[in-house]
Nanobody, 125 residues
Framework: QVQLVESGGGLVQPGGSLRLSCAAS????????IAWFRQAPGKEREGVSC????????EYADYVKGRFTISRDNDKNTVSLRMNRLKPEDTAVYYC??????????????????WGQGTQVTVSS
């Protein structure tokens, strides 16, 4: 089981930026496909972005495309989610998840076995 820890959440004004990080201390994240999901109050969890293990190809949900960027930092053993031009509707708990089976990522929750505890992102003036 992969122990994932998210960090970087907080309160930001609309139009602002945040950088979330997903870290693991017991495994190398460059051996896993990693995804970010989010869950807003009263809503189901939804996919945000993912990065594949085989070639670092990425995928983004339409509602964040062009504003969010996912990337790996192998030296720090982290996967980051850079979030720009944040909107109030981006407010949610953000989770990272790991998939050790598939080479190419997707935004389907059921493909991910290991999850972090989440970090809160609040976009408000």
């Amino acid at each position: 089981q992969v122990q994932l820890v998210e960090s970087g959440g907080g309160l930001v004004q609309p139009g602002g930026s945040l950088r979330l990080s997903c870290a693991a201390s017991d495994v190398s994240l460059n051996m896993y496909t990693i995804a970010w999901f989010r869950q807003a109050p009263g809503k189901e969890r939804e996919g945000v972005s993912c990065i594949s293990v085989v070639d670092d190809s990425t995928e983004y949900a339409d509602y964040v495309k062009g504003r969010f960027t996912i990337s790996r930092d192998n030296d720090k053993n982290t996967v980051s989610l850079r979030m720009n031009r944040l909107k109030p509707e981006d407010t949610a708990v953000y989770y990272c998840a790991a998939d050790g089976l598939r080479d190419i990522c997707s935004l389907y929750e059921y493909e991910y076995d290991d999850w972090g505890q989440g970090t809160q992102v609040t976009v408000s003036s």
